[in-house]
């Protein structure tokens, strides 16, 4: 099965709300990176964190590598908000693989 | 901010033809990968580098080859195009295996339909 499990696969806010995107790991990770794919289709890197929590602006990711898991928190959503945000963990002990999640659609809405 | 290239930007080639795609990195950073995303998936690992001159295989590897003359440049090539190769490749490029290095950047993508 997939080693990292991305949730939801679609998300749908209001302009000024927020919530949290979600990624599990069914194998121990060393570190997860963020990224958002924007409508132009450009990755764009939010996050990447080996453990605990990094803040931007509106944006809030915490890694816990104990419990498998990642958050991509949004607060405050705005238009330009909306794209596809995939996790992305590095797995390789000596190698710096990324395995990435399936992603989750978001888009913000007025 | 890393700056990675890829050249061109979209193709469009014949089933068993040979195409390259190339990539250019002017950070100094050692690492090189290249990924494909098929529509409405994630990314997954094709090919990679962290030496000139030697690369690794991903993930995915059948049906393509890679080429890492320089430390900037890494080549992937489908030596006989085919349609299930029709997707969108992104070159990366990161500094190092350690902490904060090991982020990824990466370039804009080459949509590629094979035909």
């Known amino acids: 099965g997939d080693q990292v499990e991305q949730s939801p696969s679609a998300l749908s806010l209001h302009e000024g709300t927020g919530s949290a995107l979600r990624c599990n790991f069914t194998?121990?990770?060393?570190?997860v990176q963020w990224f958002q794919q924007n409508s132009r289709g450009s990755l764009i890197n939010l996050f990447y964190?080996?453990?605990g929590t990094k803040e931007n602006g509106r944006l809030k990711s915490t890694f816990n590598s104990k419990e498998s898991y990642s958050t991509l928190h949004i607060r405050d959503a705005q238009l330009e908000d909306s794209g596809t945000y995939f996790c992305?963990?590095?797995?390789?002990?000596?190698?710096?693989?990324?395995?990435f999640g399936h992603g989750t659609i978001l888009r913000v809405h007025p | 901010e890393a700056a990675v290239t890829q050249s061109p930007r979209s193709k469009v080639a014949v089933t068993g033809g040979k195409v390259t795609l190339s990539c250019h990195q002017t950070?100094?950073?050692?690492?090189m990968y290249w990924y494909r995303q098929d529509t409405g998936h994630g990314l997954r690992l094709i090919h990679y580098?962290?030496?000139?001159?030697?690369?690794e295989k991903g993930d995915i590897p059948d049906g393509y080859k890679a080429s890492r003359p320089s430390q900037e440049n890494f080549s992937l090539i489908l030596e006989l195009a085919s349609l299930s190769q029709t997707a969108v490749y992104f070159c990366?490029?990161?500094?190092?295996?350690?902490?904060?290095?090991?982020?990824?950047?990466f370039g804009a993508g080459t949509r590629l339909s094979v035909l």
């Open positions: 992305a963990a590095l797995t390789g002990a000596n190698t710096g693989k990324l395995t």
């Open positions: 580098s962290y030496v000139a001159d030697s690369t």
């Open positions: 950070n100094n950073h050692d690492y």
């Open positions: 194998t121990t990770m060393r570190a």
């Open positions: 990366a490029s990161s500094a190092g295996l350690g902490g904060g290095q090991n982020t990824l950047y």
């Open positions: 964190l080996a453990s």
